[in-house]
């Protein structure tokens, strides 16, 4: 990640991994459910949501706007897609200790966002989707994927790794713009 001299917006990025990744390091050692781990990609679809919605709000930035845009429609159809899931299953979503620590992050991270100034938010957002996303696919990829049970629920989990993926590669992009 390229960190400029000139712009303090990344220091609240560093904090997050800090504090963050190793909390997600012992999270991914809990034993997860179905209904945990629809739990927790409600939580994480609607974390997306909420930084869209706020990107939509704060920023001036074309780009980051389209992204942001294109976040917001693609997590509520994929929150859509997973309570017709729950339905079809007959599953209801289990609090747990992952969906928390999102909820938690990504309140406090969001009310960040809202603080910055617009000259500093468009980097400020981009660098906590793209840190968010990095979580995110390693969740998916080394626990939820592989802790369930359902075939729908594995099957529908592994058909969202390649379209998370390529938000991350557009949020790099956006980024490596962005710090130019």
Do not use: W
Request: glycine residues 2%; proline residues 3%.
């Amino acid at each position: 990640m390229n960190i400029p001299k000139k712009n303090g917006a990344h220091i609240g990025l560093i904090v997050f991994g800090f504090f963050f990744l190793p909390l997600f390091s012992f999270a991914q050692s809990i034993e997860l459910n179905d209904p945990q781990i629809l739990s927790v990609t409600m939580t994480i679809n609607q974390c997306h949501v909420n930084y869209a919605k706020t990107a939509l709000n704060k920023s001036n930035n074309k780009t980051v706007r389209q992204y942001a845009q294109t976040m917001a429609d693609n997590h509520t159809q994929i929150i859509n897609q997973t309570t017709a899931l729950e339905k079809k299953l007959i599953l209801a979503p289990q609090l747990n200790l992952i969906s928390r620590l999102l909820t938690e992050h990504a309140t406090n991270r969001n009310e960040i966002l809202k603080k910055k100034r617009k000259k500093d938010f468009d980097i400020a957002y981009i660098d906590s989707e793209v840190a968010l996303r990095e979580i995110v696919l390693s969740l998916l990829k080394n626990q939820l994927i592989h802790q369930a049970r359902n075939e729908h629920i594995k099957n529908y989990l592994s058909d969202m790794e390649p379209l998370f993926e390529q938000q991350l590669d557009n949020a790099r992009k956006i980024q490596t713009h962005l710090n130019r």
